[in-house]
């Protein structure tokens, strides 16, 4: 199947667009008309362009308010109607998009809306031309997929036929079982976008909030699976207006789409799969070989933190009951263990130049050389594996906001483990109250969040959760989880909300809404213990302010002794339908701080209620002191 993309969904010049999208791989384009208006190359000079680039011209678009109107208006019509027709040979496009009418001069006659777009699709016919009729969801009298298709019907044209757009049809909940009702040949096109299940005008909604299948809520894979089994054939086609893309990188953003439709064709393929292979239509299996199996990681290895020096973090790690059990043998790294969590301190790296920074991540992989070859057929950036010779070979790829990721197996006897380059006399590492690395919390740029929910959930196999906001005194943080079915790897992705248009948030000059900040979070069986050890070797946490534990026995009654503690040890606290969470954090340093947690019983998230006390609690403590 063909793989297409809206030149809407990108920014830059059309030029721009085209580049990007050739280089991303896809097989055609649909140019956005505005694109061309607004562009320098004229229609001769934008086919020869997409030619040199592989791409077909897949739909031109979109033409609007055409249909239901008065005979005075559908001659206006008709006329700039031919126009468009002229431009389109121009530019060797042979499929116009027309969107149901939104204008107040149509009226609700069906036999009237067909026979004109019959007429159109006659004048088309001339030209060698065909018309995709697309319900919008805020079209004035046709606005779903059914009323569109039976004026298609009505029309009876062979050069007419609809147009399906998954936002349309999920974002008013049409049923999309109806979508295999239509014959194949009469589905022109088909365009895919996800969203944000968003409370709001669904105008407002698409143009601003669409985003690639798979980074929001809605059911694109389902869809696409209904669109299939008719024998459809055409191309799947992405169309996102969305304000984040439109400023984003061109070639970054037209990767996380193309990335998005092979994860799409896979969940597609596993759906009809499921549903049984034996009836399908051809097309239908004739979907492109998916991606290796994502090995699903089973926890976490390490974390890498970069440090200008050893100290004072590794004094942090020994207040908190950690050992250095090995030094590297070739490069200044640390290796910090308790129970099964490992902390490397790397002196060595550059990235240490602000302080410290979380630079790598090691997750446990049933098999490193497999979880590769996924990230690869995603086009995640696979690292070069540029270490001396007498290293333990390691699989890596750069996450979207540029942290390593490293596929270990930790100590296994079927592969080289990491840990070997820490000595042959490392140490047995300590049995403490902490046990692991709960998660890993990361800062995204803010034009990658998108972008990082796929990746970690299509190249990972991790199931995103759902989207938070978080007030911080200087900003909003937008916050989502993503982790395993059973809870052995989780990541909390963070970005700052910014008044997106120059990308500096206010209150930059107070650090920014969290902006930067990273952490690990470290699994501990006995926070009280955990917390009285810091507090015996003289080490300060982060201090909560007394009116969080009022507020907190107005929310929760859990006796006397338990706010006292709660209170005394400066820990937050959290519960859900599953169980309770207890938590505390240390002091930032660098971009870098740890926290520590319990969770009790099959508690899930990650005390997301407590963070507006946290980020206000850390803006004060990292405020320099005036006088
Ligand atoms: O928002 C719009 O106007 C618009 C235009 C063309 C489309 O294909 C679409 O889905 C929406
Ligand atoms: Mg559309």
Known sequence: ????????????????????????????????????VAGAMGPEEVRARAADLGLGIDLYQPFRDFEAVP????ARNLRRAEHKFAVMERLGATRLLVCSSVSPESVDDDALAAEQLRLLAERAAEHGITIAYEALAWGRHVDDYPHAWRIVRMADHPGLGVCLDSFHILSRETDPYAIETIPAEKIFFLQLADAPRLPM??????????CFPGQGDLDVAGLVAHVLRTGYDGPLSLEV???????????????????????????????LDAQGALNLPAPALSLPAPPPAAPVPTGFAFAELAVPEPRPLGDLLDALGFVRTGVHSGKPVELWEQGEARILLNSGSAESEDGPALGAIGLESPDPGASVKRAEALLSPVLPRSRAPRDAPLDAVAAPDGTELFFCRTARPDHPSWTDDFGRDRREPPD????????????QPWHHFDEASLFYRAVLGLRPHESLELPDPYG??????ASTADGRVRFALNVAYVGAHDGVPYGASHGGPGVAWQHVALASRDIAATARRLRAAGTAVLPIPANYHDDLEARHDLGAERHRLLRELGLLYDRDAHGEFLHFYTLTTGRVFLEVVQRLGGYRGYGAVNAPVRLAAQHAASRPRLG
């Open 201 to 210: 005008d669904v105008l407002y909604w698409s143009r601003h909030y669409r």
């Open 1 to 36: 199947m063909r793989r297409s993309i809206a030149t809407v969904s990108l920014s830059g010049s059309l030029a721009d667009k085209l580049t990007a999208i050739g280089a991303a791989g896809f097989d055609g384009v649909e140019i956005f008309e505005n694109d061309l």
């Open 476 to 481: 909003l943080m937008r916050s989502r989880a």
């Open 432 to 443: 403490g109250e902490i046990t692991h690395i709960d998660h890993v919390a990361l800062t």
């Open 241 to 271: 207006f969305n304000d984040i893309f439109r400023q984003a990188a061109a070639m970054r953003t037209a990767r996380d789409a193309m990335r998005s439709l092979i994860f799409l064709e896979e969940e597609v393929g596993e759906r």
């Open 71 to 74: 005979p005075a208006l559908l």
